[in-house]
T-cell receptor
């Protein structure tokens, strides 16, 4: 699976949009971009995923650049409960593999009052 | 609560002892994963089951580690002759259906080896 690069940490004021960037310049055509987050003392939680089109769900929006070499996760109105480590993961859905998740060190997002 | 449970939540043991962790996945999920997470790092893949078959093991899974999933339901992860380097959070995740489906993680078992 392709490697990802994320900033170590970010701050965001409550109520503002949090924009978390991710670089995945070696992504291949059959690899998806997934985002998970991990709140302190909990297991990771799925947020969203996409291939090349922008995606939106009730939690967040995912913007993938046209060349697919980078993406941004957007939390439109961050709350204190969004404070967590956010992981950007590039994942192959080749059915011959375990389709495991390969986590990096993620971005620690701190939402403040 | 994701529906995936792990027991115990915490385990403290002395070096050289054996420990066993249990994961109960969401009942209809046929795929089950084990990950290990050390402080400040993201989770690392250990092994994967599809139903009762263990289909992939990471190089991280030394001979002292063994995992089972009898009957394709709950799974156990055993570590024999524990070492201080085994101290970590052990996470279990389950998923169903297609390869791209989200993995639901349990709360983890935190192991401390003294």
């Amino acid at each position: 699976d392709a490697k990802t690069t994320q900033p170590t940490s970010m701050d965001c004021a409550e109520g503002r949009a949090a924009n978390l960037p991710c670089n995945h310049s070696t992504i291949s055509g059959n690899e998806y971009v997934y985002w998970y987050r991990q709140i302190h003392s909990q297991g990771p939680q799925y947020i969203i995923h996409g291939l090349k089109n922008n995606e939106t769900n009730e939690m967040a929006s995912l913007i993938i650049t046209e060349d697919r070499k980078s993406s941004t996760l957007i939390l439109p109105h961050a709350t204190l409960r969004d404070t967590a480590v956010y992981y950007c993961i590039v994942r192959s859905l080749n059915t011959g593999t375990a389709s495991k998740l390969t986590f990096g060190t993620g971005t620690r997002l701190q939402v403040t009052l | 609560d994701t529906g995936v449970s792990q027991n115990p939540r915490h385990k403290i043991t002395k070096r050289g002892q054996n420990v066993t962790f249990r994961c109960d996945p969401i009942s209809e999920h046929n795929r089950l994963y084990w990950y290990r997470q050390t402080l400040g790092q993201g989770p690392e893949f250990l092994t994967y089951f599809q139903n009762e078959a263990q289909l992939e093991k990471s190089r991280l899974l030394s001979d002292r580690f063994s995992a089972e999933r009898p009957k394709g339901s709950f799974s156990t992860l055993e570590i024999q002759r524990t070492e201080q380097g085994d101290s970590a959070m052990y996470l279990c995740a389950s998923t169903e259906g297609g390869w791209g489906n989200e993995q639901f993680f349990g709360p983890g078992t935190r192991l401390t080896v003294l």
